[in-house]
């Protein structure tokens, strides 16, 4: 679907379908999403809560919440299908193939545990090191996330350190095993703004430094816009536009990804308005036929409430799910 | 004219001393956590005046104080030319009518028990502004304002989206025709699309009612958008009050320069963000003299030395020793 690019994917993502049974019928919360992932690229993953960013995250790790299920489609990591794996081979993949970050760094370190426990732990579960050599490398990756004094901080507990630092231990965990792919789900939407663009920038070089992807998954398309090459919009569990970050938010081509830019007021511009999407997503009982988004969009016709759009290529590397696409007019 | 809001050397601390049996034991002092040290500033009517802050560093504990829910240690308010009195109810409560409160979490705001007529009547009942059938025009009224409708009145609030709920906090805080409203991270619980909505819509309110607005955020460009004065916040103490739009042309305190350049940069500009050094201190210890100075590029001896005191500076005040020449030095 990327198309033209001669190197093979590291992730791919097809026609991901991930449903909800419930007693009064099946919820369908991912529908028919398809992406790739470059190696050393990084994704951005956008969209409003509920639009199904973090369980994408989710299903590509395995660690979707029953009875949340994979109902069709297919993830492949280097060609390899790993949405059908046992959970004994998926529990290797996790933290060894695939790292993570998650929003709130102090749930997902262990408070009973002092940081030095946690990763020389990870580090030899996934690496067959021995236990000074573990160490050794879990001073250095502190060092190397920026924490100060890491040899003496490793034998802290997660409560000693702030919430940017534990952030930061955090990338260190998901890093320890040298993932190829790391998935973040808002890694900095707990933090404040100054501590945010310290931690987007420790993610961007160390991954940059070791060749890893990233699939970065957050509702600001600031953090997007200054750390990502492509960029996926998701709108009602279907991705609705995905492309260049640049093309994404200087030529948005599906009408709620124009929607959202303009909604976000910025420091740069001057309006006395901003942009209004009227009404708000629906709930998943309650998806529209043809486009998900046909009844708050502007631009609507009667094709795109009997039709779903599917994505469709728009510029090179490109994608909108819109039948103005087709039309030609953007 | 007098200010609609003056607030004068307002100082808050709290009481985080050990249980008096451990004090005694351990011989430990009294330890105290100050909240807000010697803020003042003043809000004219008809404008919206915004408190901009890391987290830590005291804005909601001002918005508390100012409408009455908390009492300040040390220093006045004075709303419309008349001294708050903490201490007299009947003082607070014909003060209480003219000013309301809107906060961050629509989910927590609203009580879930009751239905939305009866959550919108309640200021009108309390103060007894509207007797018998007039009170559930005034209810339908009022949602229509805000652009609900009329039949969402007898709906109860679960079954509002957050935006929606929003819109409710918003009817109730109007229904007591209210001259000024504090709102508290009004937006921050949403998506950009419905805080879009909920923002053009406190604008228009405040143009339909001339209203004043003492909006609270972390989120600088939503501040930009807003305001038409903006205070800046460090550690609980006020470092630059300015006009908006100059307070981003030309920020005067080198916090206030370090928060705008860690802001992403979502117009793809190329303005580079610039990663902020070190977190904010921890408020029961705070550094001395300036308590910026530990992350400030341009501290001198003096900063550690003596607390720099409010200073006019072109564009409104500053409390920097270096106050208009970060300019030159940087």
């Known amino acids: ?330 | 004219m007098t200010p609609l809001v003056q607030v004068d050397g307002l100082t808050r601390r709290f009481d985080i001393s050990k249980p008096w049996l451990n004090r005694v034991l351990e011989r430990e002092s009294r330890q105290f956590l100050t909240a807000n040290a010697d803020v003042s500033f003043e809000i004219k009517k008809g404008e919206t005046f915004a408190l901009v802050g890391e987290s830590g560093s005291g804005k909601s504990t001002i918005a508390k104080m100012i409408v009455g829910l908390l009492a300040p240690s040390e220093g006045r308010i004075h709303f419309d030319g008349q001294e708050m009195d903490f201490a007299s109810g009947a003082n607070m409560r014909a003060l209480r009518r003219r000013f309301q409160m809107i906060f961050q979490d629509p989910f927590a705001s609203l009580n879930p028990r009751w239905r939305v007529r009866d959550i919108v009547a309640e200021p009108i009942v309390t103060f007894g502004l509207l007797q018998g059938a007039d009170v559930a025009r005034e209810v339908d009224r009022l949602l229509e304002v805000v652009g609900l409708s009329a039949a969402d009145a007898a709906k109860f609030p679960h079954e509002f989206s957050g935006g929606q709920r929003q819109r409710i906090a918003i009817a109730r805080a109007l229904s007591s025709k209210p001259e000024f409203i504090v709102c508290d991270e009004p937006t921050s619980a949403l998506d950009v699309s419905v805080q879009a909505q909920i923002l053009n819509l406190m604008r228009d309110l405040q143009d339909e009612f001339g209203l004043t607005y003492l909006l609270i955020s972390h989120d600088l460009s939503v501040v930009r958008h807003m305001a038409n004065r903006i205070g800046v916040l460090y550690l609980g103490r006020l470092v630059e009050v300015a006009d908006a739009k100059r307070l981003f042309l030309e920020p005067q305190h080198p916090y206030t320069r370090m928060l705008l350049d860690a802001v992403p940069d979502l117009a793809l500009s190329g303005r580079r963000r610039k990663p902020v050094l070190g977190e904010i201190p921890n408020p029961i210890d705070p550094p001395s003299g300036c308590a910026f100075h530990p992350r400030c590029p341009l501290a001198q001896d003096i900063c550690k030395a003596d607390t720099p005191q409010p200073s006019v500076t072109p564009t409104g005040q500053a409390a920097c020793h270096f106050a208009g020449k970060i300019g030159e030095v940087a």
């Open chain 1, 1 to 330: 679907m990327t198309g033209g690019k001669m190197q093979e994917p590291l992730l791919t993502v097809r026609d991901l379908i991930v449903e909800f049974p419930t007693r009064r019928g099946t919820l369908r919360a991912l529908d028919q999403v398809s992406f790739d992932i470059a190696p050393g690229e990084v994704l951005g993953m956008v969209g409003e809560s509920g639009a199904g960013k973090s369980l994408t995250g989710a299903a590509i790790i395995g660690l979707l919440e029953p009875p949340g299920r994979i109902a069709g489609g297919e993830i492949r990591l280097r060609g390899e299908r790993i949405d059908n794996l046992p959970p004994e081979a998926m529990r290797r993949i996790r933290g060894r193939r695939i790292g993570m970050v998650f929003q709130d760094p102090l749930t997902s370190l262990n408070p009973l545990y002092t940081v030095a426990q946690q990763l020389i732990q990870t580090i030899r579960t996934h690496m067959d090191v021995s236990e000074s050599e573990a160490r050794k490398r879990a001073v250095g990756l502190l060092d190397r996330v920026g924490i100060p004094a890491a040899a003496r901080r490793i034998d802290d507990y997660p409560h000693h350190f702030s919430g940017g630092m534990r952030q930061r231990v955090v990338i260190a965990l998901a890093l320890a095993a040298e993932p190829e792919l790391v998935i973040a789900d808002e890694p900095t939407t707990a933090l404040d703004v100054s501590v945010q663009a310290q931690i987007i920038d420790v993610l961007k070089e160390i991954c940059a430094e070791r060749g890893a992807s990233v699939m970065l998954i957050t509702h600001d398309m600031g953090v997007i816009a200054e750390t990502a090459d492509r960029v996926a919009v998701l709108y009602a569990g279907r991705v609705a536009e995905i492309g260049p970050v640049r093309d994404v938010i200087q030529h948005a081509r599906h009408p709620y990804t124009a929607g959202l830019m303009g909604a976000i007021p910025t420091l740069e511009q001057d309006s006395d308005r901003l942009v209004q999407i009227p009404g708000a997503m629906p709930r998943l009982n309650a998806i529209p036929t043809g486009c998900a988004f046909n009844p708050r969009c502007a631009h609507v016709f009667d094709r795109c409430r009997a039709e779903r759009p599917i994505l469709q290529r728009a510029a090179p590397n490109h994608h909108v799910a819109c039948w103005l696409t087709e039309e030609g007019s953007a």
